[in-house]
């Protein structure tokens, strides 16, 4: 019978185990960016990764045209002092431009985007005049070219708009239409084969025997792998079962740029995974000073990365968001690789530290009198799953650091949501 105890974060910290910089550098030299490439409709992109560089054959926008409504002259036709009378000469609407060029001392009722008039080139605010009949008084309070928008002043021909490597957002869809494109070439999205391990673990709905519990990974580890980008293929549970767990990694290889497992990565009796992996590919480092989740394990089978996260479901979210979700962004080829935001916020509770781990503690981060705050969600269990639906940041302190005062500086990570 084996004796050994799954390891504890709060088991004296180890020699010659990988700090959290340490393990993520080599993750990050074990990736290989994706290259295969598909053209889609714009409208599908946002969260793609564009495949080229894109340049506008376009003005963006394509004419000169009026920022106000209002009415268009000649700045040179202003009085410099007084009141002037200009004879309105018609209108140019957005769509519906104002054929002909406008003579000295005469005006153009415009709206807001319509084309400017030949032989103008200032907007009068429709607020700023006085309508006499057919006439248009204006003072001298403006100034010349006011109130115009133009040609190619927000994109010119031949601008570089978008970057290869670029993580699409809801305003490049914008800049894509307002340079005539409707279709795109974006890399195609990791592929991602997900497994949690164990036999107590159940799909939610069933009826629960002792000793069972719901599988939970299945929907935070599954929904992390699409906010990050990635293709989720599969979301399997394993059973306790070496030959099981062998037959299921060697499929997944086949198809995925990415297997994620939770659970069997420690050293306790029905903990298979490593070993598995060893067996398969090759293992390039098992268990890291962070806290929680020092039993990560690494490394790959044939060309597809392998991640082996904890168990407890905290521990595996952590590691995710420090480690895989930043593997991912290299795998579909994100361009710069996106980085933690980090700020500095006021601790407001104390928190006691042993060092020599890095520590990210579930946080609630919160702005008061225009300055951070943060407070911790309580017991720091690796368990408790809800503490990371309560909190909107970790607390991320140094491997070195020890206790920590309230009222102290700390450093915090914030939960910003993926695309």
């Excluded at 005006?107 to 400017?116: D, F, N, P, S």
Aim: hydrophobic content about 40%.
């Amino acid at each position: 019978m084996n004796n050994k105890q799954t390891p504890s974060c709060d088991d004296p910290v180890e020699e010659n185990v990988r700090s959290v910089e340490q393990a993520l550098q080599s993750i990050l030299a074990s990736c290989t960016a994706v290259t295969r490439q598909e053209s889609i409709k714009i409208e599908n992109t946002v969260g793609r990764v564009l495949a080229n560089n894109i340049t506008s054959s376009i003005d963006v926008p394509g004419h000169t045209n009026s920022a106000m409504d209002g009415y268009a002259v000649a700045a040179a036709d202003l009085p410099e002092s007084g009141t002037k009378l200009f004879q309105l000469a018609g209108k140019s609407l957005a769509g519906s431009a104002f054929e002909g060029t406008i003579s000295s001392d005469s005006c153009v009722r415009v709206t807001t985007g319509a084309v400017m008039p030949t032989g103008t080139d200032t907007v009068i605010m429709q607020e700023h005049v006085s309508v006499i009949d057919d006439h248009v008084e204006i003072d001298d309070r403006h100034r010349a070219g006011q109130h115009v928008r133009l040609a190619g002043n927000d994109i010119a021909t031949n601008t570089q708009v978008l970057d290869q490597g670029r993580r699409l957002t809801a305003a490049d869809l914008g800049v894509l239409a307002s340079i005539g494109i409707t279709t795109t070439d974006v890399l195609v999205r990791p592929k991602v084969c997900f497994f949690s391990s164990g036999d107590e673990l159940k799909p939610p709905g069933q009826k629960l025997a002792h000793g069972e519990i719901y599988n939970s990974s299945r929907y935070s580890i599954g929904a992390l792998v699409e906010q990050a980008g990635a293709e989720l293929l599969s979301a399997e549970i394993l059973p306790d079962q070496p030959d099981v767990m062998r037959a299921a990694f060697i499929k997944a290889a086949q198809v995925s740029d990415i297997i994620i497992t939770t659970g069997g990565v420690s050293v306790g009796e029905a903990d298979y995974i490593k070993d598995i992996l060893a067996e398969l590919g090759e293992i390039g480092f098992w268990k890291i000073a962070m806290k929680p989740g020092r039993p990560l394990a690494f490394g790959k089978i044939e060309d597809c990365l392998f991640f082996g996260l904890p168990g407890n479901p905290v521990s595996s979210m952590a590691t995710f968001m420090q480690f895989v979700r930043p593997a991912i962004y290299t795998v579909a080829g994100i361009q710069p690789l996106p980085q933690p935001i980090r700020i500095q916020a006021r601790l407001l509770d104390e928190i006691k530290k042993r060092p020599g781990r890095m520590d990210f503690q579930r946080g609630i981060l919160t702005f008061s009198n225009g300055l951070c705050e943060v407070s911790t969600t309580g017991t720091q269990s690796s368990g408790q799953l809800r503490s990371m639906s309560i909190a909107n940041c970790f607390i991320v302190l140094a491997a070195e650091a020890g206790d920590i005062a309230a009222g102290q500086t700390v450093e915090v990570e914030p939960f910003l949501q993926d695309l």
